[in-house]
């Protein structure tokens, strides 16, 4: 593991404690979180490169010190957040026990969760901190390159690459979990509705630049001022109702809650209300970007600029006559 001490978690997060190893339940956290989180954004080359390291002892300032520490902090604060339950409690064969003395207490609920929900929205920032990190510094050791060719592209496989990213088009608090969450819903609109405005060659030809680093500068404005937030938009329209159902095994069931400091409460009335406005106002967005693309992308294409776009069926010359559909001559009918 890349964090086995408890010096190493004391320096991101606050632990009264004297001995040397890891509590046990926060080392199966650590445990977990490093095979079923990291190891597919590092990829086995990264991480077998970094355990080797790990085991050396490498300098805080190389490159393998820098991206260790950014490591840590990801294990050290989301191992502790996903095992504070089983911390304030004991399992025996004859059941659950709370340990209290004295002098130390069980904490109360409240405060287990606001310290989980604490060390959550910290560690998942320190996710967007990794990842922005090992963009940074893709091309600085043949590790990182290698890394960079192949595990690195699995966050680009889309349009939008990051909850910082996403984040500047709408706001999510540049929040990992929302992103991943996010991430079905921003595939499938490319698909559905990106691919009809563009064409399928010219959207296959910015997936690949985006996903290999090799965006043209035409494509990369373009990219900024219409397809990123159109796409935002849209999958934030989409995400409204569909992430606010979630599917169990005894059914369907509502997931949508008003948080306040000590519980999670019914929905407020009238909330389907605010949903829909919120989902129409993102899809009405999108509309105006997308058809402000196809305008810019009509008046620009050319043998020369956006040629994918222009050889493509989705080009339309500007110098095509538009048919109206209602003229002077066209016929009323009324109905009584």
């Known amino acids: 593991m890349l964090l086995t001490k408890s010096a190493e978690l004391k320096r991101y997060v606050r632990l009264n404690t004297s001995d040397v190893e890891l509590p046990e339940v926060v080392e199966l956290e650590v445990s977990r979180l490093q095979e079923q989180l990291l190891r597919p954004l590092l990829g086995e080359g990264l991480i077998f490169w970094l355990e080797g390291e790990y085991q050396a002892g490498p300098a805080a300032d190389s490159l393998a010190g820098q991206l260790l ?50 060390l959550e929205r910290k560690g998942w920032l ?25 595990p690195g592209q699995l966050q680009r496989r889309q349009l939008l690459t990051s909850a910082e990213e996403f984040s500047r088009f709408e706001n999510i608090q540049d929040s ?59 999958a934030l329209a989409r995400a409204v109702p569909e992430l606010g159902l979630r599917l169990t095994g005894n059914g369907i069931e509502l997931a949508i809650a008003r948080v306040d400091d000590s519980n999670s409460k019914e929905a407020d009335a009238g909330l389907d209300q605010l949903l829909q406005a919120r989902a129409y106002e993102c899809q009405r967005a999108a ?26 069926p989705a080009y339309v010359s500007p110098s095509t006559p538009k048919v109206p559909l209602n003229t002077a001559e066209s016929r009323i009918y009324r109905f009584i």
Do not use: C
């Open 287 to 312: 509309d105006i970007l997308l058809e402000r693309m196809r305008k810019h992308l009509n008046a620009a294409a050319s043998a020369e600029r956006y040629p994918t776009y222009f050889a493509g």
């Open 126 to 150: 320190d996710m967007n901190a990794l990842l922005g990190w090992l963009e940074e510094h893709r091309a600085d050791s043949a590790e990182l390159v290698a890394w960079a060719a192949g």
């Open 69 to 118: 520490a950014r490591v840590q902090a990801v294990l050290a604060r989301l191992g502790l957040a996903g095992s504070l339950h089983e911390l304030q409690v004991s399992v025996s064969n004859t059941g659950l026990q709370i340990v209290s003395t004295e002098t130390h207490k069980t904490a109360f609920q409240h405060q287990v969760v606001a310290l989980r929900d604490t």
């Open 176 to 234: 990992w979990p929302v992103f991943q969450a996010l991430r079905p819903l921003i595939g499938r609109q490319e698909l559905f509705v990106l691919e009809p405005q563009l064409g399928y060659a010219f959207l296959q030809e910015l997936r690949t630049q985006v996903r290999t680093r090799a965006l043209t500068p035409e494509n990369e404005q373009l990219l900024e001022q219409f397809i990123r937030p159109a796409l935002a938009s849209l």
